[in-house]
Structure formats: structure tokens, C-alpha cells
């Protein structure tokens, strides 16, 4: 089966402020159809990294291609894009404001049809009409991310499209963002510090400490690859003297008490979980749910940024 | 980058330029002017008010018409006062949209940013093309009714051809210094900045002029007095000599071709340094 087509290849990009780096040589490779998480602490060079291949900053060394593009303008017709919060002409309204992007992206006669298409895809066609200044932070994001819609890009880069909003907002666009890529096909290249978002919305996460990727990969395999062995487990049973007496008479297991299920909580502290969970059924406890818990994105994030 | 795709931005840009408060006052000033203008000619030429011994309407008998009204008006207009409004406009469309980043999402799509800077010196160009549009429109419709059609219009159209030019070139120089500094209230004090200086170089030549006329400072210099000569001949190429092309509208004042030479110039370096600035300059 071949390879799916790579949406961004970012190869050695560095960019140096006179001797610090804030990106150094950093290679990424985007499929077409990622949701691709783009972690890192504060400083660690997301944002620089982001604008380098936006164009928006000049790169030291390095090369990035867009859907196989390098030219930064040619590749430009292929993304859409908010860096941090969009900023808007606040006296026109969101319609006169999209109609001005529209322009710059050279719809010239689509545009009407356009920004119909991109206002009603981020909900906002009833608030077309007002001005962009009268808009709350949410709006504004979703009119930033209906700017970034506009001509059907097929990367849609976001750098830290929830920041600032209140859990209202950070819900539409996290469904919103979803739904692009789930329904539009939309590769997004998604920058956030909200680990759990990231780990519900993309399916791959690249982690960047100090301006270098320290790790790279689909969110389940970096999940296991990285996890320690799964030594904690919740056990739910329909009969709990007969789960006590068969964890109790069972080596190598620690009873830690109650979770906030409800459950039991053990730690295999030698033995499997297979040999543990046929002891229970053989001493007939019931048992109705056998959880070994999952590690986070966020337990990943801490051990690769510590 | 097609020129259908450069038109598009133009008109993006001047759409956007005409929506802001201050370009609407300004062009209302323009009218003002025009108006004022007029008003001020048709009261004087009509007056009984006497100037040495002579009636004040007999004096002014060869200006009651429509282009000495059109002409007062670009007298005052000229006066700094439409100077001022480019200045803030300049300002507001390069540095404003920089300090508030709405020029950084422009440059997230797929237009070279030289495009950009064209487009919003167009804008400039359109919006002084328009502040003296209704200049002459008011100051030609009302001039003619009140004081008749007869004069020397094609000398005044000139003077406003001339003024568009000059007042371009200014705003090129706006701009340049808009990304130089890259906020508002720095361009407004940079321009100020540039103008003093352009001032005192000018009089500054002035003087040198005015000295290599004379004998006894050609002795003292010796065989330099070629490089005075040479500075002394510099001061219809300067700044201010380029944005006062215009002034071979009034009678008295020829056109001066340096001036117009002198402001193909500064539009050509400014241009060039503007893009360069644009090109080099990593936005937040």
C-alpha cells in the first residue's frame, strides 16, 4: 500500500536569534488526513516553528514543502491558517471583513458564494452583518477560522485556536475542528497546550522541547511505546468477599482501595493481568469490569518535557 | 501573481481605506477646502473693500473665474492640510495594521508582499485622486456659476495632475517610514522628523548656494569650489523641492523639471527600500 501524500514536510528548519535557537532542525512529516497535535511547553518553539513555515518569519536554515510546494507564496493556496488569536478590522463586519480575505486569496466571482459557504460552515451567517468588534472571543474565532476556511485549503494549521476561550467556546471549536477533518478531509495541524483536546482530536502528536522534536508519532502508539507496564488496574465485581479473598490469596498483587468509581483498585506488582484476571474467575467473583489504566498524553508530555 | 489578482487587492485595500472614519473626514475637508476656497474669491471679488486706494474687486478682476477659485483651493489644500490627512492614513494602513496585526493575516495568503505594499499605495494614490476630484468637482460646478467659465483651466488641471503626483510621492515616503518604525505614533513623528531635516538641508544648501557666489570663500576653498558648486546645484533635487512640483500652477512660479525628476526619484527609492523592508521583516 502506498504512503499517503505528505501535506507538510518540514526538513532541518532552524531559526536562530542571533545565538539562541529558537527551532533547531526540525523535521516534520504531515499525511494527508492527520490531525496532527504540535506539543510543547511555553518557549519551546511551536509558535516560531509554525510562522517559519507560514512564511511569516524567515527561516535560518531548513526547507518546508506544502503539499509538495515550497515556494511559500504557491504554497500558501493550499492553507489556511490562524497564528494565536486572528485579528480583525473591528469597524467592518464579519461578511466585509471575510470579503477583504477573500480578495487577498483571489477568489474573484466565487467569493460571494465563498464566504456564504464558510460563514454558515462556523455558524456565524445570523452575525454576518455586525461588526467584528462587537463579536466575543468565541466568534472571533470561529470568523478567524471561517478566514482560514475560505477557498477550501487543504492544511489547515491552528496555532492554539482554543487560547482564551471559555469552555463553551473551546467545545464548538474542538467539534468544529473534528468535524473538518472528519467530514471536509481537511489535514489539520493543530498547536495546543490542552493535552487532553489533543488527545481526543488528533491522531498523531509530534512533542517539541528546546526547539528540537523529542517525540513523534500516532497518539495510541506513542501512548503504549512510552507507558509503563500496565501495573495498575480497576477491578468491578458482582461479589466483593469472594474478589477480597482471591486478591488477597493471589501473589503479587497490592490492594490500594476504592477508586472513584467505586471499583478496586490493585497493583500488579508481579504478576500479569491475564493471571490475575483468571484467579477472580475461577474463584467466581463476578468480576464485570477489569480496567488497566491508561496512560495520558499528558503522563507522555511530562516524561519526554521533564 | 495575475494582474486581475493585483486589481482585486487594490480594490480590497481602497475598499477597506475609505471605510476608515479619518479617510471620510478627509475627503470632507477636501470639500470644505474647496468650498472655503471659493466662498473666500467670490466675497473679495465682490467686495467694495479698497487696497491702496485701488477697489479690492478691481484687483482681483482677472481671478474671478472658476479656475482661479479651483486654484485658490489647491493653494490652501497644499497648505499642509491634506499633507497631514496622508500622513495619518499612511500611518494607520501600514504601521496600524502591524501594530494590530491585521496586515500579518493578509500576508497568510498566497500574495507576495510586495503585492500588498502596492496595493495599499494604490489605495493612497485613489484616495488622493478622490480628495481632489471633489476638490474640482465643487470648486469647477460652483466656480462656474458663480464666477463664469472663462481662465486658464488646462494650467489648473495641471496643477492638480502635478499635486496628485507630489502628494503620491509623499505617501510612498509615509509608507516607507511606516514600516521603518512600525507604529503610528512613530510615523507620524518620523515624517515630521524627515520634513525638519529635508528643511534644514534645504536651507542649509541655501546658504552653501549663496556662498559659492562669493569671491572670497571660492578663494578659501581653493580647488574644492567644484564640490560647492556641485552642492549648491542639489537643492532642486531635495525632498522638498520634489513634493513642491505643484507649485508651477500659481502665475508667478514656473514648472521646475528637477522637481518632477526629484520626485520620480524618491518614488523609486522609497519603492525599492519599502519593498525591501516588507521583504526582510518577520511579522509577530
Not at chain 1, 501524500?5 to 531559526?15: I, K, M, N, Q, Y
Not at chain 1, 482554543?162 to 473534528?178: Q, S
Not at chain 2, 489648473?156 to 518604525?181: E, K
Not at chain 2, 534644514?200 to 564640490?227: C, E, K, M
Request: glycine share 10%; with cysteine.
Amino acid at each position: 500500500m502506498s504512503e499517503p501524500e505528505l501535506a507538510l514536510d518540514v526538513r532541518g528548519l532552524t531559526r536562530t536569534y542571533g545565538s539562541r535557537a529558537a527551532v533547531r532542525g526540525l523535521d516534520l512529516r504531515v499525511h494527508a488526513g492527520d490531525v496532527y497535535g504540535f506539543l510543547g511547553p511555553n518557549g519551546a518553539g511551536k509558535t516560531t516553528a509554525m510562522r517559519c513555515i507560514l512564511g511569516l518569519i524567515r527561516k535560518t536554515e531548513g526547507t518546508v514543502r506544502i503539499f509538495g510546494e515550497a515556494d511559500p507564496v504557491r504554497a500558501r493556496r493550499f492553507v489556511g491558517a490562524i497564528v494565536e488569536t486572528p485579528a480583525f478590522h473591528d469597524w467592518m463586519s464579519g461578511r466585509e471583513n471575510l470579503a477583504l480575505a477573500a480578495a487577498f486569496a483571489g477568489l474573484g466571482s466565487d467569493a460571494d458564494r465563498e464566504i456564504a459557504r464558510v460563514l454558515d460552515r462556523v455558524g456565524l451567517t445570523e452575525r454576518a452583518k455586525d461588526r467584528a468588534g462587537t463579536y466575543s472571543l468565541g466568534m472571533r474565532q470561529r470568523l478567524g477560522i471561517a478566514r482560514a476556511l475560505l477557498g477550501g485549503p487543504r492544511l489547515l494549521l491552528l496555532d492554539e485556536p482554543t487560547n482564551g476561550l471559555d469552555p463553551r467556546g473551546m467545545r464548538e471549536v474542538r467539534e468544529l475542528v473534528r468535524s473538518l477533518a472528519l467530514h471536509d478531509r481537511i489535514t489539520v495541524f493543530l498547536s495546543s497546550h490542552l493535552l487532553a483536546e489533543v488527545q481526543v482530536i488528533c491522531n498523531r502528536v509530534g512533542i517539541l522541547q528546546d526547539g528540537t522534536l523529542r517525540a513523534e508519532g500516532p497518539v495510541d502508539q506513542l501512548l503504549a511505546g512510552r507507558a509503563k507496564p500496565q501495573r495498575i488496574v480497576e477491578i468491578g465485581a458482582t461479589q466483593p468477599t469472594a474478589l477480597a479473598a482471591a486478591l488477597a490469596a493471589h501473589p503479587g498483587v497490592e490492594v490500594l482501595g476504592p477508586g472513584e468509581s467505586g471499583r478496586t483498585r490493585v497493583v500488579l506488582t508481579d504478576t500479569t493481568p491475564a493471571a490475575l484476571l483468571q484467579a477472580l474467575v475461577r474463584a467466581d467473583a463476578g468480576v464485570e469490569a477489569f480496567v488497566p489504566e491508561q496512560r495520558s498524553l499528558e503522563d507522555v508530555f511530562l516524561e519526554v518535557t521533564r | 501573481m495575475t494582474a486581475a489578482h493585483l486589481g482585486a487587492l487594490w480594490r480590497a485595500e481602497t475598499i477597506k481605506l475609505f471605510s476608515r472614519s479619518s479617510a471620510r473626514f478627509g475627503l470632507a475637508m477636501a470639500a470644505v477646502v474647496s468650498l472655503g476656497a471659493l466662498f473666500a474669491l467670490h466675497q473679495l471679488a465682490t467686495s467694495d473693500a479698497m487696497v491702496n486706494g485701488e477697489p479690492l474687486s478691481t484687483l482681483l478682476a482677472d481671478a474671478r473665474n472658476a479656475p482661479a477659485a479651483l486654484r485658490w483651493g489647491l493653494l490652501v489644500r497644499n497648505f499642509f492640510l491634506l499633507r497631514a490627512f496622508i500622513i495619518l492614513l499612511g500611518a494607520q494602513s501600514v504601521a496600524g495594521e502591524l501594530q494590530a496585526r491585521t496586515l500579518r493575516e493578509d500576508l497568510l495568503r498566497p500574495v507576495p508582499r510586495w503585492s500588498v505594499l502596492a496595493a495599499k499605495a494604490g489605495a493612497l494614490g485613489t484616495w488622493i485622486a478622490a480628495s481632489l476630484g471633489v476638490a474640482w468637482v465643487i470648486g469647477a460646478a460652483l466656480g462656474s456659476v458663480a464666477l463664469g467659465t472663462s481662465g486658464p483651466w488646462a494650467e489648473v488641471a495641471a496643477g492638480y495632475l502635478a499635486t496628485w503626483a507630489c502628494d503620491f510621492g509623499f505617501a510612498v515616503v509615509v509608507i516607507t517610514i511606516a514600516l521603518a518604525v512600525r507604529s503610528v505614533a512613530g510615523t507620524v513623528m518620523g515624517v515630521f522628523l524627515f520634513l525638519i531635516l529635508d528643511t534644514f538641508l534645504g536651507w542649509a544648501l541655501g546658504v552653501l548656494a549663496w556662498a559659492a557666489g562669493i569671491d572670497l570663500v571660492r578663494q578659501a576653498v581653493g580647488t574644492a569650489a567644484w564640490a560647492l558648486d556641485l552642492v549648491a546645484r542639489a537643492n532642486p533635487w531635495m525632498p522638498s523641492s520634489a513634493f513642491a512640483a505643484w507649485k508651477g500652477v500659481s502665475p508667478e512660479v514656473d514648472w521646475a523639471w528637477q522637481s518632477f525628476a526629484a520626485l520620480g526619484l524618491l518614488l523609486a527609492v522609497c519603492g525599492v527600500v519599502a519593498e525591501r523592508q516588507l521583504a526582510r521583516l518577520d511579522l509577530p
